[in-house]
Structure formats: C-alpha cells, structure tokens
C-alpha cells in the first residue's frame, strides 16, 4: 500500500516536471540556435524513450537523492538551532556577567558609602517617594520607562510594603520589598521594644507620630516577642555573668591585703507599665569604675511575669491565658526578684571572699531581706527614690 503510493506521488511529480519542459520548449520554440540543453542532458519534444527497467533504476535513484537531502536539510537545521543556541547562551552568559558585576560595583559603592557617611542599615523614607522611584525604574526586561504602559500592585503585611510591577508591553513582572531578605521588621521593632523597655502602646504611638501609621497588629507583635524573650534573657544572664567575673578580676588586682573584698552595687527593678504592671525586671548594676566602660555595666538581671487570666462575664470562670513564673503583688515580684539575684551570685562571691555593699531603695522590707543574707556586708540607701516618696 505504501509502495503504491509513493509511486503515484512520483508520477504526479513527473507530469509536473513535464510540463515545465513543454513551457521550456514553447519559449524557446522561435530560437534557432537554442540546443535545450538542461543540466547537461538534452530536452527533446518527443523525450527519451527508455526500456522498463531503465525508468524504474531512474524512479529508484530519484527517491534515494530526495531522500538523501531530506536527511541533509535535516541534519542543517539541527546545526543551524545549536548555533543559535550556542549564541543565545553566550549572550545571556556575557550579559549575566556583566549584571553581576554591576551588582557587586553598586554593593561596594552602596557599603562605602554607609560606612564613610556613618548611615546605618536602616533610614526613613517617603511612602510616595519610595513607590514614585519603583514607577520610574525602566522594565528590566524591555526597558520601556513610560509609566501608563505598566500596572503595580501593593500588598502590605506589618511594616513590610511588596509591589509587582507589571510592564503591558513585554508582560514582565518585577518584585520589589522594602525588607531585605532575611529581614523582618516586625520583629525587629518587637525586639527593639523589648530592649529599650518600651510597651507597645508607647513604641506605636511614637512611630505614628513620626508618619509610620501602618504597623503590626497585636498578635503578631507579642508573638514576635514571645519568641525574642528566651534567647535575649539567656544572652544578658550569660552576658551578666561574664562581666562580673571581669569586675571581680579587676577588684582582686586592685585590692590590699588589709582591705575587706567589696563589690559596690546597686538594685532596682523596672515595670513595664505602671507599678502593678503583669511584668517587671530587675538587675544588679556595678557603681564602681571599670576600665573600658562608660556607663555602669549589668552583673545581674532576673525577669518576673506574673500569671495572666481572663474572665468574659463575673458568672464565668477565669481562665489562664498565660502561665507566667510568678503569682503575687508588684512588692512580692520587687522581692521575688531580689532574692532570685542574690543567689546567682552569693556561690561566685563566697569562692572569691568578696562582700556585698549595695544601694537600694529604702524599703524597709528590702532591707529585712538584705540582713539576712550573709554576703551583704553593707546596706546603702538610694536618695533619688527617698525624694520620690517625701
């Protein structure tokens, strides 16, 4: 069946072949010194008169020759593709290079900058500024700059702004952040709020003030928070335990033999709200002079949080929404507190013969407290705190 029809198509193919020849011949009919001549093969009116077998050695030997250079245009345009894709692939590479340079010369420009000008990692900008230059920015791709060939569209998650920009020419779709990757704001301001000792209330107030309108919400605030606490307490214990050791090396150096071992510090606690606040820290401070220093450094910190519950109506029961590691008053945490520091450092000072001379606020069950413990040699009062209460 095959056969038969690849027959009939080179016959159709030889009628075609024919008439062109009848064409040939017709044109040049009135040339007397025309010899017709084709390829080397002279084209006579009545053609070539050939025997069975010569014609089907000539069918044979056509469809081989098709076939040959079907195969050849084959093999053409598979090398004509790997060309092209060989060229494609050294352009992209060429212009990957160059795109990575360029990134790395904008980097060392971007990081000298900010080192000689003293910029830090972070600065306030416009909102309308910021998605005013996003606008402006040329299509990475077709790099059209006229703005009404593009739509943008904002998602807003806390402080994060994300905008795609879509060019309607090329349909090219670029992401822009205000964060850098790795970087979170939202738990960056929880965290700043936590060492600054700011509430949440105080540090939103004071960066809408500032135009920073769009925030967190309170869920996602403390839950950055909550994961912060542990890591941050541990890093100042930690961090506490390391200067004292430094403090005591620096008083051994400095002491006489006939001079008693004291370690001049200082306690206070602080709220993070009001007085009967859910939470308070309390930290011992060095009132001596240490070399390198200019502030009074930290040898102790303990944090409390008192047991949070919440009742919908007086009928129901209440129902804990936070365990905490303490229940008790705003005084009992104070002495909570106290106790929790004396005794993180009473095992490091018995070792090193060193006594306590410390300055409190004047109350009066401290004090009781204090002369009870053995390591407290002296017992100071801190004037500030009596003036608040004159």
């Given at each position: 069946?095959?056969?038969k029809?690849?027959?009939?198509?080179?016959?159709?193919?030889?009628k075609?072949g024919?008439?062109?020849?009848?064409?040939?011949l017709?044109?040049e009919?009135g040339?007397?010194?025309?010899q017709n001549?084709?390829f080397g093969?002279?084209?006579e009116?009545?053609?070539k008169v050939?025997?069975?077998?010569?014609?089907?050695?000539?069918m044979?030997?056509?469809?081989?020759?098709?076939q040959?250079?079907?195969?050849q245009n084959?093999t053409?345009?598979?090398?004509?593709?790997?060309i092209?894709?060989i060229n494609n692939?050294?352009?992209?590479?060429?212009?990957?290079?160059?795109?990575?340079?360029n990134d790395?010369?904008?980097r060392?420009?971007?990081e000298k900058e900010?080192?000689?000008?003293?910029?830090?990692?972070?600065?306030?900008?416009s909102?309308?500024?910021?998605l005013s230059?996003?606008?402006?920015l040329?299509c990475?791709?077709?790099l059209?700059?006229?703005?009404?060939n593009r739509?943008f569209y904002t998602?807003v998650?806390?402080?994060n702004?994300?905008?795609?920009?879509?060019?309607l020419?090329?349909k090219?779709s670029t992401?822009y952040?205000?964060?850098?990757s790795?970087?979170?704001?939202?738990?960056?301001?929880?965290?700043?709020?936590l060492?600054?000792?700011?509430?949440?209330?105080?540090f939103?107030?004071?960066?809408a003030t500032?135009g920073?309108t769009?925030q967190?919400?309170?869920k996602?605030?403390?839950?950055?928070?909550?994961r912060m606490?542990k890591?941050?307490?541990?890093s100042a214990?930690?961090?506490?335990k390391a200067?004292?050791?430094e403090?005591l090396?620096?008083?051994?150096?400095?002491?006489?033999?006939?001079?008693e071992?004291?370690?001049l510090?200082g306690?206070?606690?602080?709220w993070s709200?009001?007085r009967?606040?859910?939470?308070?820290?309390g930290?011992?401070?060095y009132?001596?002079d240490?070399?390198g220093y200019?502030?009074?450094?930290v040898i102790g910190?303990?944090?409390?949080?008192n047991l949070r519950?919440?009742r919908?109506s007086e009928?129901d029961?209440?129902?804990?929404v936070?365990k905490g590691?303490?229940?008790?008053t705003?005084?009992?945490?104070?002495?909570a507190?106290l106790?929790?520091l004396?005794?993180?450092?009473?095992s490091?000072?018995?070792?090193t013969?060193f006594?306590?001379h410390?300055?409190v606020?004047?109350?009066?069950?401290?004090?009781?407290t204090?002369a009870?413990?053995?390591?407290v040699?002296?017992?100071f009062?801190?004037?500030k705190?009596?003036s608040k209460n004159?």
């Open positions: 069946m095959q056969c029809k690849k027959e009939e198509t080179l016959r159709r193919s030889l075609r024919q008439k062109e020849i009848n064409t040939i017709c044109e009919e040339n007397s010194n025309s001549i084709r093969i002279q084209i009116s009545n053609g050939l025997s069975p077998k010569d014609t089907q050695v000539l044979l030997k056509n469809l081989e020759y098709k040959e250079i079907y195969s084959k053409i345009k598979k090398l004509k593709n790997k092209t894709s692939d050294a352009e992209n590479t060429i212009e990957t290079n160059i795109t990575t340079l790395a010369e904008i060392k420009s971007v900010m080192e000689e000008r003293q910029l830090g990692s972070v600065i306030f900008m909102t309308s500024q910021y230059i996003l606008l402006s040329p990475p791709n077709c059209d700059l006229i703005a009404s739509t998602r998650s806390g402080f702004i994300y905008c795609v920009i879509t060019c020419l090329c090219t992401q952040s205000n964060e850098d790795g970087m979170k704001y939202s738990q960056v301001v929880a965290g700043a709020a060492a600054g000792g700011v509430n949440r209330n105080s939103q107030t004071a960066l500032i920073v769009n967190c919400c309170k996602s605030y403390f839950n950055c928070q909550a606490y890591p941050i307490i541990d214990k930690s961090s506490c200067i004292l050791y403090i090396d620096h008083l051994e150096l400095a002491h006489l033999p006939s001079q071992k004291v370690l510090i306690f206070d606690c602080s709200h009001s009967n606040a859910h939470q308070a820290s930290e011992f401070l009132l001596g240490l070399p200019n502030y009074q450094p910190f303990h944090m409390i949080e519950t919440i919908k009928n029961s209440s129902k804990i936070y590691n303490f229940d008790g705003s005084r009992q945490i104070e002495h507190i106790l929790v004396l005794n993180d450092i009473m490091i000072l018995e070792k013969d006594t306590l410390i300055c606020d004047g109350d009066l069950e401290i004090n009781r204090l009870c413990i053995s390591t040699s002296r017992i009062a801190d004037l705190h009596i004159i």
